[in-house]
């Protein structure tokens, strides 16, 4: 690999004023990879005024075709580096190679994505004609108009760095916004490639986009929440960190974008086809259930729920893992040692609190090193446990039984979260009934699947705020201005 270690700050990639760096850890094998630039105070204050400096003085808010060309760039750019960050992107997550490739989030996904942001922008009405009316007796022509939020903090996690990264520069970038991109600490060369890619492939003007390596989230993120030549935050990674960012940027009253967690059910009715729908509950295994829309709640009819138990024994003994270059796994290490012992830790509240642990349940007997969990499914789970109510981050099922239809509706909905679900039926009417009834953004019918560039995704309750993808994503990014010409 040749990943870039720098910070990309008014159009220069540049050390960090101080000199330091800190070491980027592969979640795999638990070596350090290499280094990285560790900014701080100062190096974050350069990237602001360089981000409010080319959003005031530079023509990049109202070139719309000039926005429309550097993108494109970006996302050719990107498409050039591609074999080599997806093996960057796996080393940094610990993801395998099988869902770094073409089918998968972590890589090829979302850089094809950028169409839909790029066609939108193409066909965008920034200017619409509401009339001529006659208000308090005044005659006046009214135009709406739509521009550029200002700058823009977009603040990433490290579960699919490029993903993310690309979620919110893209749309940002596109509605004519100027933003400093922060990192997560555990997966900076996937951002500081993207800068590294702006200064060799494209005309992005100096400023316009600024990366920013740290590792530690807290200073350098309130720093950039806080100052006041911010205008828009946007955020995803926990709620708790979420609610943090929201208060801090309400003493500027400054819009805020967060997309936060969940602990998404996945509803089996008593009809499905059990062979089929539990095949779905393998998810949580994916990149070791390091995703905030999984669906980490299994909800079976009581009656059945000794096949259950049995079909889960067999399907989750499928689950192969342990190489991160392998093409045919989905599940991978978790991130550090702290989500480690983190997930580690719920697995024994979840035995304290009378859980069955019905497999997994440890560290894996094969893998020495790596921050591995094992495959983990909890049976006789009530929906006041713990593990039923806050959000694990790892490959850990908590599989609840409901007496009927409206039970099933009511624990999946007894959540302060609601971000997705799932409901799996024989009669696709009466799953989509069901699914109406659920206060999530989001949510999976047989099998269906939201995950595509132009379907908003967000949440309800303590899963977020606003939208991200789709038209909703783009309109994020921009204030609405309404004008009155006397006629």
């Not at 702006?198 to 807290?218: L, M, Q």
Request: aromatic share 6%; hydrophobic share 40%; with cysteine.
């Amino acid at each position: 690999m040749n990943p870039e270690t720098r910070l990309f700050i008014d159009g220069e990639l540049v050390d960090a004023c101080s000199g330091n760096t800190y070491p980027n850890i592969n979640p795999a094998t638990e070596e350090v990879m290499g280094e990285v630039a560790d900014a701080g105070a100062a190096d974050m204050e350069r990237a602001i005024a360089a981000a409010r400096r080319a959003f005031d003085e530079s023509g990049w808010p109202t070139n719309h075709q000039f926005r429309h060309r550097c993108l494109r760039q970006l996302q050719a750019g990107l498409g050039e580096i591609e074999p080599e960050l997806k093996r960057l992107i796996s080393a940094e997550t610990g993801a395998p190679m099988g869902i770094c490739g073409a089918s998968g989030p972590q890589c090829s996904v979302p850089i094809g994505m950028m169409d839909f942001t790029l066609e939108h922008l193409a066909e965008f009405e920034w200017s619409r004609d509401i009339g001529i009316a006659e208000p308090m007796g005044q005659r006046s022509r009214r135009l709406v108009e739509k521009e550029a939020v200002g700058v823009v903090a977009a603040i990433t996690p490290w579960n699919v760095p490029l993903q993310i990264n690309l979620a919110k520069c893209v749309p940002a970038l596109a509605a004519g916004c100027t933003l400093v991109l922060k990192a997560a600490p555990d997966t900076p060369w996937t951002a500081a490639m993207m800068g590294r890619v702006v200064k060799e492939h494209t005309d992005i003007p100096a400023g316009v986009f600024n990366v920013i390596t740290a590792s530690d989230p807290v200073q350098t993120g309130d720093q950039l929440v806080a100052d006041p030549r911010v205008d828009m935050v946007s955020f995803t990674g926990s709620t708790a960190a979420g609610k943090q960012i929201m208060a801090r940027a309400a003493a500027g009253v400054k819009k805020v974008f967060l997309e936060l967690g969940g602990k998404s059910a996945n509803i089996i009715l008593d009809d499905a086809d059990l062979d089929n729908a539990l095949l779905s509950s393998l998810s949580v295994c994916y990149h070791a259930g390091q995703g905030c829309s999984l669906t980490t709640r299994l909800l079976i009819p009581q009656s059945r729920q000794q096949e259950v138990e049995e079909l889960l024994k067999t399907y989750f003994g499928f689950i192969q893992y342990g190489d991160p270059s392998a093409e045919d796994q989905i599940m991978g290490p978790l991130i550090n040692r702290r989500q480690h012992e983190r997930v580690l830790s719920y697995i024994e509240q979840g035995k304290a609190e009378g859980a069955r642990l019905l497999l997994g349940g440890g560290r894996p007997a094969h893998l020495e090193r790596g921050y591995y969990v094992e495959p983990t499914v909890f049976v006789d789970v009530s929906n006041e446990m713990t593990i039923a109510r806050e959000e694990i981050f790892g490959p850990v099922l908590s599989v609840i039984s409901y007496q009927d239809e409206e039970d099933a509706i009511r624990i999946a909905n007894d959540s302060s979260y609601g971000l997705s679900g799932a409901v799996h039926s024989a009669d696709s009417e009466r799953a989509l009934r069901v699914a109406r009834r659920l206060r999530t953004g989001t949510l999976m019918v047989n099998n269906g699947n939201y995950y595509a560039a132009d379907a908003p995704f967000g949440g309800y309750k303590q899963s977020g705020i606003g939208r991200e993808m789709g038209p909703e994503g783009f309109a994020e990014y921009l204030e609405t201005k309404t004008i009155a010409i006397g006629v």
